[in-house]
């Protein structure tokens, strides 16, 4: 196993994959149930943020459960460098997450400058830190999901990006790491007050892009 690797697994452990997929799973639903009882986004119009809001609805779940105690990881959802949006930085032992939609299990995101910027601290020198003014040296990782149509998860993965170009440092497949597990993982049904909560933000963030102010 090579190093990366090696980090990767330290930070983001099989004992957590259970607990990340329910998160995940739980994000969809949320974000499924409040656009359904949105005024503005039940139509043509939230069908076409439906994969951005999915994305926000599996952040805030896997927000939830970290501060609940069910994920081991230190959690904060940060406004993105560009753009509207927000993204959680999901910090473990000496990797700093962030959550990313791609086509396929061994696919990388679309390029963006922000995602450059992040896989930036992928170095080939161990040490070099990201944070400057910190003693850690943090690794870039990306939670990466794909979804069908119906919100069931396609496929679920830890990567570290090399810092240029398109190889993975490391890779884990969450789904099949855990696929020994016995426990069946449905989607709850969302907390009414998260859900409002949650709702609520988005119209916000949607209506205030809409007329062309920050989020």
């Known amino acids: 196993m090579n190093e990366f690797q090696a980090q990767l697994d330290r930070a983001y452990p099989a004992s957590t994959d259970l607990a990340i997929v329910q998160a995940v799973s739980d994000g969809v639903a949320l974000a499924d149930a409040s656009m359904a009882t949105s005024k503005l986004l039940s139509g043509l119009f939230g069908l076409d943020l439906r994969g951005h809001i999915r994305r926000a609805g599996i952040q805030t779940s896997i927000h939830e459960a970290c501060k609940s105690g069910r994920l081991p990881f230190a959690s904060s959802l940060e406004r993105m460098p560009t753009g509207g949006w927000h993204w959680i930085e999901l910090v473990s032992g000496s990797v700093i997450a962030h959550v990313h939609r791609t086509d396929g299990e061994t696919l990388f ?107």
């Open 109 to 215: 995101p679309v390029d963006t400058p922000t995602r450059q910027n992040e896989r930036y601290s992928n170095q080939g020198d161990l040490f070099s830190p990201v944070h400057t003014g910190e003693d850690i040296a943090y690794r870039c990782a990306w939670l990466m999901f794909g979804l069908r149509e119906t919100g069931q998860l396609n496929h679920l993965c830890w990567g570290m990006p090399a810092a240029e170009r398109d190889v993975w440092l490391a890779r884990t497949n969450i789904l099949r790491r855990a696929a020994d597990s016995s426990e069946l993982l449905a989607p709850r049904t969302p907390a009414p007050k998260l859900m409002l909560r949650f709702r609520d933000a988005i119209e916000a963030a949607v209506s205030a892009v809409s007329d062309g102010r920050a989020a």
